[in-house]
């Protein structure tokens, strides 16, 4: 890559964003050759897989981006045992040279675009969450959506840039061997001779071990022995392999030997240090406090809870259990010098966008489990396998089923044969009207099996909808949410005080239940306390009726 010419082109290019795909394909995955149209950018962010363009044959994984060309062929497959998940974003290219000149798509196709084709980043989990930006608002309808995505993608271009800026600052040798190190990181299991590293740095090997410890603080074969250490302490906590399973996956052939190397760096054996450290948990995401909380477990740290409603940077419904608990910084940046200085022995993360791409930076302080569940319960399933406690998350979700049972009884008089129940949550300016996927959905529409509107699917997680559409929805009761933001406050005066408001048949009924927007959460002790309050307000409208009917 020229940065003079970097440096020189970009700030005077301007982008128009055509589409986006974002594409998760299955093991032993094929993408026929086909003809590339138009200039198009393609970011792997999960899986490996091989990827063809013209007669370059590239090995793409999550770390590199690819700049294909117009009128370039392309092919891709991936492994058999190596799912992918890839976002592609055809664009336009403008460059405007002067307040007078710019240059068209015919002088587009001329020109060379700035990136090469393949570009190495360190900066992957800042483009996954412009990725997903421009996600949301490829899915959204409003007039200025289009310049929106425009400029997460100009921004997306920008944040490439400046990140080959200061690779390219960091000095040839440098940059060099930090690309070294992150091939290290991507295959410390396999067998890894100094010489060919060095080859791969463009340095002899004594040059090569002397720069190496200039960057990284340490001899390469340490470096590589703390990768493979690192990642052994995770399966032995996170896993149920055997030893020697164990050994081999992190380069190890030798399972004695490996054992010899692990006590050497960590102080035990491979056998003390799985009973003793899966004690002192950190959450990288607060809901999975939840979880551990609803398990009987403290975690020792956790991110922030920034909402409105919080106490002391705690969630309301678990502040008081979480007292003493270290905050770590913030959901999407969490501070490692907080999380290091809690000493946890077991790390928590979610694997969607939120902490994607980013695994690595936690994996060097401790065992790091990344997942996800669309469902709460089998979530908190997984959680409890992990840390040992699968009786406890039984007897939890036993007494749980009670609790809902029960709900379902006081509600059952409330509700005539065939009433639905609509979720609305207005969040800054939407107005969302949510399935049973997840959240307070799964909540109403599976644990209380309340009856939804035919406009929505179960699988649903939400539809954003208009004032238009939602008028359509003749559901005989209504639980209302909103955010904590003055966008939200604006819009729910603006619903309450329209006309068409106030001809749906929940509300002439008085069958609107308000809800505070916490509740719309994704965890077992916030869905109990929700079926609390469910019930709570659907019956107390019911008494005051009553009461009502009674007086008269």
């Known amino acids: 890559m020229n940065m003079d010419d970097l440096l020189n082109r970009l700030p005077h290019m301007y982008v128009r964003l055509a589409k986006m795909f974002h594409v998760k394909e299955i093991n032993d995955w094929q993408l026929k050759p086909r003809l590339v149209h138009r200039l198009t950018m393609c970011c792997p ?51 405007v040279r002067n307040d007078h000149e710019a240059l068209g798509d015919a002088d587009q196709e001329e020109q060379a675009f700035p990136f090469q084709e393949e570009v190495m980043i360190q900066c992957l989990p800042q483009i996954i969450h412009l990725l997903e930006q421009i996600k949301q608002w490829h899915q959204k309808k409003k007039r200025l959506a289009t310049m929106r995505k425009n400029i997460l993608f100009q921004e997306v271009l920008w944040t490439i840039a400046e990140d080959q800026l200061q690779s ?25 001779k100094m010489n060919a590293l060095a080859q791969m740095a463009g340095l002899s090997t004594s040059n090569f071990s002397r720069e190496f410890k200039k960057v990284a603080g340490q001899r390469p074969i340490d470096y590589l022995t703390k990768l493979r250490i ?40 491979p056998t003390v240090y799985v009973h003793k450290h899966r004690t002192k948990i950190a959450t990288l995401n607060v809901s999975f406090s939840d979880y551990l909380l609803a398990l009987g477990v403290k975690p020792v740290a956790t991110t922030a809870y ?15 259990q979480l007292k003493g608990t270290k905050i770590v910084g913030a959901l999407y940046t969490p501070s490692k010098t907080a999380i290091v200085k809690a000493e946890p022995d077991l790390i928590l993360t979610d694997n969607r966008r939120i902490h994607r791409g980013c695994t690595d930076r936690y994996t060097e302080i401790a065992p790091t489990a990344s997942f996800w569940d669309d469902d709460w319960k089998r979530l908190l399933k997984r959680i409890a396998m992990l840390i040992g406690k699968e009786e406890e998350a039984r007897s939890w979700l036993a007494d749980y089923e009670q609790q809902a049972a029960a709900a379902r009884r006081k509600l059952h008089p409330i509700l005539a044969a065939g009433e639905s129940v609509l979720l609305i949550r207005i969040i800054q300016e939407e107005i969302r009207v949510y399935g049973g996927k997840r959240q307070l959905g799964a909540v109403l529409y599976k644990d209380l099996g309340l009856a939804m509107p035919n406009e929505i699917s179960p699988e649903d997680h939400f539809i954003t909808v ?77 008494r005051i009726d009553d009461k009502f009917v009674h007086d008269i």
């Open 306 to 320: 920034d909402k409105p409603d919080n106490i002391n940077g705690y969630p309301p419904h678990i502040a008081e």
């Open 466 to 542: 208009n004032s238009d559409e939602l008028a359509h929805y003749q559901a005989a009761h209504i639980i209302l949410l909103a955010g904590q933001d003055k966008a939200a406050e604006r819009k729910l005066t603006e619903l309450r005080q329209s006309n068409w408001w106030r001809e749906l048949p929940a509300v002439k009924q008085a069958q609107v239940y308000e809800l505070e927007d916490r509740f719309n959460s994704h965890a077992p002790l916030v869905n109990s306390e929700a079926l609390d309050q469910i019930v709570e307000r659907m019956t107390a409208i019911k």
């Open 168 to 192: 390219f600052y960091l000095g040839r040798t440098e940059y060099s061997v930090t690309q070294v190190m992150h091939y290290m990181k991507q295959h410390y299991m396999e067998e890894l």
């Open 230 to 269: 690192n990642r052994a302490k995770e399966l032995l906590v996170l896993s149920n392999h055997r030893l020697k399973t164990i050994a081999k996956s992190v380069g190890y052939q030798d399972e004695l030997y490996f054992s010899r190397v692990f006590k050497k760096i960590v102080g035990v054996t």
């Open 45 to 95: 962010v999960a899986g490996k897989a091989l990827l063809h363009i013209n007669k370059m044959t590239y090995h793409a994984e999550p770390g590199k981006v690819y700049f294909i060309k117009p009128g370039t062929m392309v092919a891709a497959e991936g492994s058999a045992d190596s799912q992918a998940e890839y976002y592609l974003l055809p664009f336009a290219m403008q460059e």
